[in-house]
């Protein structure tokens, strides 16, 4: 078991998992392709079943990693009943993951309405004309609802729905993972201790 109070792994990453994250992520965004804030998101429905699909970070501080959805959605009301969900961020160009699990609490409307006017202008009718996860006729229906809201907010002043807002994942874990030669891979797991510090352990690859 490795406990440190500096760094941790064999490229000495900070002991606070979230300044780790920050660098790994930084890196990713050099070399990969296409969206490195990518990340599957995994919940679990009412029955128990587990779901999982693939969202993107839109914010992460000390506080936790956030992200925005339609809260009518399938993943919206997992996460809501639930208040618990993981999250696997992986990067094929670094060879590198990071695995979260925590819980799940709603960003302040400050936060969800900042966010939602950076958003382009269709998508932000969108987030009024898709009804998530439910099922739809065709293409044109949805396409024809868009057009409707485009005439019902003819400017830029689009008020954010009632049903869309973010959620933040408050990490109780942390897994940081390195590809390594002939699968000898490097593993560590970070968890809080009882004086509020983050402890790393290794793990068997």
């Given amino acids: ?20 994250f920050e ?3 930084r890196e990713a965004e050099s070399t990969e392709l296409n969206d490195p804030n990518a990340m599957s998101l995994a919940s679990v429905d009412a029955d128990g079943l587990p779901d999982v699909r693939t969202v993107l970070l839109k ?15 399938r993943k919206g009301e997992e996460l809501l009943g639930q208040r618990k969900a993981a999250l696997l961020f992986h990067w094929k ?8 699990r925590g819980t799940i609490e ?9 966010y939602f006017q950076t958003r382009a202008r269709v998508s ?8 998530q996860s439910r099922p739809l006729a065709s293409r044109e229906e949805l396409e024809q ?25 408050i990490p109780v874990q942390f897994e940081f993972w390195q590809d390594g030669a002939f699968r000898l891979h490097d593993s560590y797991r970070l968890v809080k201790d009882e004086s509020g510090e983050w402890a790393a352990t290794r793990l068997n690859p």
């Fill in 23 to 25: 660098i790994w992520l």
């Fill in 124 to 131: 932000r009718l969108g987030a009024w004309a898709s009804q």
């Fill in 59 to 73: 914010g992460v501080d000390a506080r936790g990693f956030v992200f925005y959805t339609n809260f009518e959605s």
């Fill in 145 to 169: 609802r868009v057009a409707e809201l485009d005439r019902r907010f003819p400017g830029d002043d689009i008020p954010r729905p009632p049903h869309w807002s973010g959620l933040r994942v």
């Fill in 93 to 100: 160009s670094r060879r590198r993951q990071v695995r979260v």
């Fill in 1 to 20: 078991m490795l406990k440190t109070a500096l760094t941790f792994g064999e490229t000495e990453l900070p002991a606070d998992p979230f300044a780790a």
């Fill in 106 to 114: 709603i960003v302040s409307d400050a936060e969800a309405d900042a």
